[in-house]
């Protein structure tokens, strides 16, 4: 795996910065901004493909041929940590992780772990005790309130209210449901209309790269082929992602014993792991953890935020959000959390920042 953790460029080829050279491309593009966006004339769309990272989609080139090869464009870095929640913010707010604060898959919320997807805490619905329109406060797209096509049971979700409040959401059950009111959108005269489709990350996280990943990835290939053949001409549809994968299987570490008396809990993911110190064990636990440098990168709260990991900016109350030490897997590996659990045991998994997880495909294509 990777020597060294891939750190975004937050000010340049970052997926923190895809939907505004969408909705409104520069009179000259930077070298990762497809050229197809230089001929913007109709309608853009973006299509965020939860779960389809650069280096997977080379590797299948052959069973997804639209998106290879009618779309033109090349790969950029998402955000740290590479996981749904923290990249989905970035994508439509346009600031790094540092400013939204939405800095994880499970936070430190005034000693609480919110599982930000689920918007619930151990004591159940959080929705109450940490309202998700109050959690961040940067207006999606710049304020332009464009319809948002994803699907109808997204519709009242705490995560949804958190990253896509005042945005005019417009459900959807199936991919045909999908094509159809992007159709509908773009020919009623929308100038800019942003979808998502989760089911390549569910497909991976359940049962990893092989066949059934393949198959996914050959339907959203149809997908985006549909697009391109409905759409009015002189659409632009976008292609981006919010991370990749890495299979992960049962490779998965428990913490080492050493570790424990310094720990008070943990939040984040498998891949990128928080440890919370117990009141003056900071130091104790970061010696304790570098146990695992063997698998992982082994930082401090401090040392990533010097590095500039989630941003040039980390505000005091995302900060305040992290852990004191982060175990960051570079080989395929999952540091356990006992309280960290679901309905399956993920084979498919991402948060860290190696080139799998990290790099994104930007694609574009005029129709």
Not at 84 to 111: C, D, F, K, N, W
Not at 174 to 185: A, D, I, K, S, Y
Not at 300 to 316: I, K, T, Y
């Amino acid at each position: 795996m990777a020597d060294e953790p891939l750190i975004p460029d937050y000010a340049g080829a970052c997926v923190c910065n895809v939907a505004a050279v969408v909705q409104d491309p520069p009179d000259e593009l930077a070298d990762w901004v497809p050229r197809a966006l230089a001929g913007a004339e109709q309608s853009t769309v973006l299509l965020t493909l939860d779960g389809l990272g650069w280096n997977q989609l080379q590797d299948r080139r052959a069973i997804a041929p639209t998106i290879t090869s009618v779309l033109q464009g090349g790969p950029v870095s998402t955000v740290a940590p590479s996981t749904t929640s923290t990249a989905l913010t970035s994508i439509v707010s346009g600031m790094p992780p540092g400013e939204h604060g939405v800095i994880g898959y499970r936070m430190s919320i005034e000693g609480q772990v919110l599982n930000v997807l689920r918007w619930a805490t151990a004591d159940g619905d959080a929705r109450r005790s940490m309202p998700p329109g109050e959690f961040q406060l940067h207006e999606p797209f710049g304020g332009q309130r464009p319809p948002v096509v994803t699907k109808a049971e997204f519709s009242e979700t705490g995560f949804t209210d958190a990253h896509l409040g005042g945005t005019r959401f417009v459900g959807y059950r199936t991919m045909g449901t999908l094509v159809t009111e992007v159709n509908r959108l773009v020919r009623s005269g929308e100038p800019f209309v942003y979808a998502y489709y989760e089911g390549i990350d569910k497909v991976a996280h359940e049962y990893g790269l092989a066949d059934h990943y393949d198959n996914e990835l050959r339907w959203v290939d149809h997908l985006v082929a549909d697009l391109l053949e409905v759409l009015p001409a002189g659409t632009v549809l976008a292609i981006t992602a919010d991370h990749g994968q890495v299979e992960v299987g049962d490779r998965l570490v428990e913490l080492d014993p050493g570790v424990r008396p310094h720990l008070s809990m943990q939040s984040g993911e498998g891949r990128f792991r928080w440890l919370h110190a117990r009141p003056g064990r900071a130091r104790q636990l970061l010696e304790a953890a570098e146990a695992h440098t063997d698998t992982g990168w082994v930082l401090s709260r401090d040392q990533m935020v010097d590095e500039g990991w989630f941003g040039p900016r980390v505000l005091d109350h995302v900060r305040a959000r992290l852990g004191d030490v982060a175990l960051v897997a570079r080989e395929p590996v999952a540091y356990v959390d006992p309280a960290d659990t679901g309905p399956y045991q993920l084979i498919g998994r991402h948060g860290s920042l190696t080139a799998d997880e990290m790099l994104v495909p930007f694609l574009a294509a005029t129709v």
